[in-house]
């Protein structure tokens, strides 16, 4: 009697340990991997970053005065800019279905059909320095002109007004809100109307840069003063999180496919990942060291892109959980086409959390062949008790 209990005890902990391994989260069991594609033009400096209507994702190359679109397979088709020394900065995808981007040293605005058709529209006041660009609830496109202290929208005919602020703006977005909110050089975060009307928020610890829409409803942005992510209310009530490695200098952010925010860290060359509760979960470090990785993006197929300006390539994180079928939030960086994973090229580099992962992966199929294992033990111990009888 008592081999009897002892052989339906090692059956039944056979089943629970192997019933153990199959409740694993998903996230445990494939972690994400970095892979990073080179820019075929040496000194491209690839500087902003986005998914466009096409399944690929398309950069600007300040250094070369190009505009670049990356497959998924990392394949990079450069397009020159009709104006010389164009140094194109921000990018971002249209409502009419085009790329729209930023030109920093002709004065103009910019738009590439995904057929790589550039047109390019004149600012009204000269060496404004238009750097960012995003799409507007309005159906137009809204960008920042640093030198003349505005905001410039342009309709998808080319039609530009031009708002006055109080401030130096530095980088933008569309916000949960229906407004426009963009960073300053200044200490002091902004949100503008359809109709230009500016409001101002101090910001405590310094300017911020990068800004995105959050999957919760409200503002975030990075900034390099206070070395922290911020998270800011329709209402413009902040709270920042302070990033782990110091002086990390982070410098823009995006809404991941995961629910999470994920945010580029130039001087420790790594990409953050930080929950909406403010809980940053990890740093992964880049394989290419002094990258300096700078923009970010959600790219096809739950995908984050960077730009990493000081290597000349392009890099992806695959592998990301997408635990919702909701659309991405962030206007941004709105192209969530279905396109395939990126396949075929080696991992080239993983994080602590990758890392972190992997033994947990490790760890889990330990216990399922060791469940098995005992399962198979207890079933022929068994079958051995009820023949001996």
């Known amino acids: 009697m008592a081999r009897r209990l002892y052989n339906k005890f090692i059956l039944f902990l056979g089943v629970a340990i192997f019933g153990a391994f199959l409740a694993l989260p998903l996230s445990v069991q494939a972690a994400p991997t970095i892979q990073e594609f080179p820019i075929p033009t040496t000194g491209g400096f690839g500087r902003e970053i986005v998914a466009g209507p096409d399944g690929n994702v398309w950069f600007t190359e300040v250094g070369q005065h190009k505009i670049a679109r990356i497959t998924p397979a990392g394949v990079v088709t450069e397009f020159s800019i009709p104006t010389a020394l164009a140094q194109p900065q921000g990018i971002t995808l249209g409502p009419d279905g085009n790329i729209w981007f930023t030109e920093l040293g002709a004065n103009q605005i910019g738009r590439i059909t995904p057929a790589g058709v550039i047109t390019e529209f004149p600012i009204p006041t000269p060496n404004s320095a238009p ?5 507007g609830p309005d159906g137009n496109l809204w960008f920042v002109e640093r030198n003349a202290n505005q905001i410039g929208r342009i309709t998808p005919a080319g039609a530009i007004t031009e708002f006055p602020t109080t401030t130096q703006p530095f980088d933008i977005t569309a916000g949960p809100d229906g407004n426009l909110w963009y960073t300053n050089t200044t200490n002091a975060l902004s949100r503008m109307t359809t109709s230009g009307v ?25 900034s390099s003063a206070a070395n922290s992510v ?29 629910g999470n925010l994920w945010f580029t860290e130039q001087n420790a060359n790594k990409i953050g990942v930080i929950k909406p509760d403010g809980t940053i979960v990890d740093e992964y470090t880049l394989p290419t060291p002094t990258s300096r990785p700078d923009r970010i993006t959600r790219g096809p197929n739950n995908t984050i892109w960077f730009t990493e300006m000081f290597a000349d390539r392009i890099g992806v994180i695959n592998g990301i959980i997408d635990p919702s079928p909701e659309p991405d939030p962030d206007p941004d960086n709105n192209s969530n086409t279905g396109a395939p994973t990126v396949p075929g090229a080696p991992d080239t580099g993983v994080g602590p959390a990758s890392k972190n992962g992997n033994v947990l992966l490790l760890i889990g199929i330990s216990l399922g062949v060791l469940g098995l294992s005992l399962i198979v033990l207890g079933r022929r111990l068994l079958s051995r008790s009820l023949s001996s009888r």
């Open 131 to 135: 750097i960012a660009i995003t799409a």
């Open 198 to 222: 500016a409001t101002n928020y101090t910001i405590a610890t310094g300017p911020g840069s990068g800004i995105t829409t959050g999957p919760d409803g409200n503002i975030w942005f990075v």
């Open 230 to 258: 911020v998270r800011v209310t329709p209402s413009g009530a902040m709270t920042g999180f302070p990033i782990p490695t110091p002086n990390a200098q982070p410098s823009d952010i995006v809404t991941g496919p995961d």
